[in-house]
């Protein structure tokens, strides 16, 4: 026998010869559209034969979603990584799996055991990048873009005036405890709340 080959892209009415492939096998190169392909087998004068048509399904580029969490946290505070944008593309059966890598560094290292959508981190203590990663249809894995997580200096309330005496001279006398040192760490940016106690245990705000 001889054979010959047609494709036929999906959509399509008109059959397509594939010029040059005679074997009874046919190696296609990469496709991006589903196509029908069939197979004509030749004996001498006899009339030729077709073979059942075989349909080749192209899925879509799986794409890996997005994820979201918070961009600053509290040193010691449980973190939980949730699902912004679902994945999508391939036949829409999807297997998952997480990386991290520590602020600072460049190497991307698995979280281990963690195939779900989304992702408990628990408490962290130091500011780390995660992203996740969708595979899907035997596609290869394809990963989100990473989110950093930035874990806040401990917050130091600073310190206030020293202990002083003044005379209660008819209704009091006003007076004025000033700051010796502002606080530090945390983003920066505080709001501050002032109590007053007459023993030093019991405070009420002021």
């Known amino acids: 026998y001889t054979y010959g080959w047609e494709k036929r892209e999906d959509g399509e009415t008109e059959w397509v010869s594939i010029n040059g492939e005679t074997g009874a096998d046919y190696q296609f190169a990469k496709l991006s559209k589903t196509t029908f392909f069939h197979r004509q087998a030749i004996q001498g004068d006899c009339e030729s034969i077709w073979s059942n048509a075989i349909k080749i399904t192209v899925l879509p ?22 699902n912004a ?33 989304t992702l408990e981190v628990g408490r962290l203590s130091q500011s780390t990048w995660y992203r996740r ?28 005036g020293e202990d002083a005496e003044i005379a209660l001279c008819g209704s009091g006398t006003p007076g004025e405890i000033v700051s010796r040192s502002e606080a530090s760490g945390g983003n920066g940016q505080y709001v501050y709340q002032w109590e007053s106690s007459l023993d030093g245990q019991s405070w009420a705000p002021i």
Do not use: F, M
């Open 61 to 82: 580029a799986v794409t890996a979603g997005e994820i979201a969490g918070p961009k600053e946290i509290c040193s010691g505070t449980d973190v939980k990584i949730t």
């Open 133 to 160: 990663k969708v595979s899907g249809a035997g596609c290869g894995a394809v990963a989100t873009a990473p989110i950093k997580i930035a874990v806040l200096a401990g917050v130091n309330g600073g310190t206030i």
């Open 85 to 117: 944008a679902g994945p999508g593309g391939g036949n829409n059966s999807y297997t998952y799996s997480w990386e991290q890598r520590v602020d600072g560094t460049t190497n991307w290292s698995p979280v281990a055991g963690e195939t779900g959508l």
